[in-house]
T-cell receptor, first 113, second 113 residues
Framework: AQRVTQPEKLLSVFKGAPVELKCNYS??????LFWYVQYSRQRLQLLLR??SRESIKGFTADLNKGETSFHLKKPFAQEEDSAMYYC???????????????FGTGTQLKVEL | KAGVTQTPRYLIKTRGQQVTLSCSPI?????VSWYQQTPGQGLQFLFE???????NKGNFPGRFSGRQFSNSRSEMNVSTLELGDSALYLC????????????FGPGTRLTVL
């Protein structure tokens, strides 16, 4: 069974402070990991995915298979980063993953001035 | 391109009734997935359709069903509504067959009284 755990419901940081949103997963095969973000009154949208290895809006995430983690990091938080962040996992195509996403419960990031 | 659209946006039903929700994917997208979002359970995968075939199904009772038409538009149906079916139902579409970025609609807010 696949599972995604986000231990923090709420993370509050000051503007300019580093941010780390934690995500751990459980999956027997080779997962694809994603971070989705939902800004206030906007749709859920993709922030980044591990296979692209990109930095989006200053955020990065590295897949650590040994620790089964995919933490989201940003060195300096901005006020506009305040949003709900969801970590999600998709199984490999050979194990029937398709486009099914298993989401964590989400972490609300609040950046205070 | 126009984004994913869902109709209706809000719906109020009573227990025992049935409901049909509609989703129009982004033009050219062949995969449509449905998710249920509740405060208690978070985002949970319902099912995915690709080229009119259901490829994946989540752990929901048989009262939840769906279909996809030849133009990729999708509908989901919930029969014999229960109070616990009150939720935000999200539809997402993607262009590729596997593990691709999903584009989410605004959701249909279903309230069961």
């Amino acid at each position: 069974a696949q599972r995604v755990t986000q231990p923090e419901k709420l993370l509050s940081v000051f503007k300019g402070a580093p941010v780390e949103l934690k995500c751990n997963y459980s999956y027997s095969g080779s997962p694809e990991l994603f971070w989705y973000v939902q800004y206030s009154r906007q749709r859920l949208q993709l922030l980044l995915r591990h296979i692209s290895r990109e930095s989006i809006k200053g955020f990065t995430a590295d897949l650590n298979k040994g620790e089964t983690s995919f933490h989201l990091k940003k060195p300096f938080a901005q006020e506009e980063d305040s949003a709900m962040y969801y970590c999600a996992l998709s199984g490999h195509v050979f194990t029937g993953g398709g486009n099914k996403l298993t989401f964590g419960t989400g972490t609300q990031l609040k950046v205070e001035l | 391109k126009a984004g994913v659209t869902q109709t209706p946006r809000y719906l109020i039903k009573t227990r025992g009734q049935q409901v049909t929700l509609s989703c129009s994917p982004i033009s050219g997208h062949r995969s449509v997935s449905w998710y249920q979002q509740t405060p208690g359970q978070g985002l949970q995968f319902l099912f995915e359709y690709f080229s009119e075939t259901q490829r994946n199904k989540g752990n929901f009772p048989g009262r939840f069903s769906g279909r996809q038409f030849s133009n990729s538009r999708s509908e989901m149906n919930v029969s014999t509504l229960e109070l616990g079916d009150s939720a935000l139902y999200l539809c997402a579409s993607t262009v590729a067959a596997i593990n691709n970025e999903q584009f989410f609609g605004p959701g249909t807010r279903l309230t069961v009284l």
